[in-house]
Antibody, heavy 117, light 110 residues
Framework: QVRLQESGPGLVKPSETLSLTCSVS????????WSWIRQPPGKGLEWIGN???????FYTPSLKSRVTMSIDTSKNQLSLRLISVTAADTAVYFC???????????WGQGTMVTVSS | QSALTQPPSASGSPGQSVTISCTGT?????????VSWYQQHPDKAPKLLLY???KRPSGVPDRFSGSKSGNTASLTVSGLQAEDEADYYC??????????FGGGTKLTVL
């Protein structure tokens, strides 16, 4: 059973950089695309982008200028970096496996990130 | 990229059926058979219910079914149960390695 676990600071100051890690429990990180998805408090889901170890990352147009995803196959970890954050970036951030075509079959529990001074 | 349009709320009594719509454009829902649906209970991660419009992952009851016509996809929940009360989100491939979600529908079991 694959498990995903997000981790990172729960509080980030405005204009600084949000950095999160997602640990994948099994050695299958090379077999799938992996996505980051976020959900502002009380609001809907937003796909941030996805990454495949040999194809690179793809980002949603609205965040493309600020986001970077990476993958460490030796550690079975995904990383998300979002620069120049504002209060609008306050959200629960999920990592998820793109395990079936263009859908997310396994999700982490999510980690709440608040942008505030 | 605009979010897909879902009704903010839906409701039904136990045992009844309810259908939730998800409207996009020819660039997303209408252009690809890559619509998926997710169920999210409060403070939980979303759970995949359907992918490729109507395919169910292992373990998802056949009370959940999906369809698509033109730019609108639909999720039908038959034989409503108390535990079906949750938020439901659709998602679609939108071309150019992009994906988009709907705004979500809160389903209330009366």
């Amino acid at each position: 059973q694959v498990r995903l676990q997000e981790s990172g600071p729960g509080l980030v100051k405005p204009s600084e950089t949000l950095s999160l890690t997602c640990s994948v429990s099994v050695d299958s990180i090379r077999d799938y695309f992996w996505s980051w998805i976020r959900q502002p408090p009380g609001k809907g889901l937003e796909w941030i982008g996805n990454i495949y170890y040999s194809a690179g990352a793809f980002y949603t147009p609205s965040l493309k200028s600020r986001v970077t995803m990476s993958i460490d196959t030796s550690k079975n970890q995904l990383s998300l970096r979002l620069i120049s954050v504002t209060a609008a970036d306050t959200a629960v951030y999920f990592c998820a496996r793109d395990g079936v075509p263009n859908a997310f079959d396994i999700w982490g529990q999510g980690t709440m990130v608040t942008v505030s001074s | 990229q605009s979010a897909l349009t879902q009704p903010p709320s839906a409701s039904g009594s136990p045992g009844q059926s309810v259908t939730i719509s998800c409207t996009g454009t020819s660039s997303d829902v209408g252009g690809y058979n890559y619509v998926s649906w997710y169920q999210q209970h409060p403070d939980k991660a979303p759970k995949l219910l359907l992918y490729e419009v109507s395919k169910r992952p292992s373990g998802v009851p056949d009370r959940f079914s999906g369809s698509k016509s033109g730019n609108t996809a639909s999720l039908t929940v038959s034989g409503l149960q108390a535990e079906d009360e949750a938020d439901y989100y659709c998602s679609s491939y939108a071309g150019s390695n992009n994906k988009v979600f709907g705004g979500g529908t809160k389903l209330t079991v009366l």
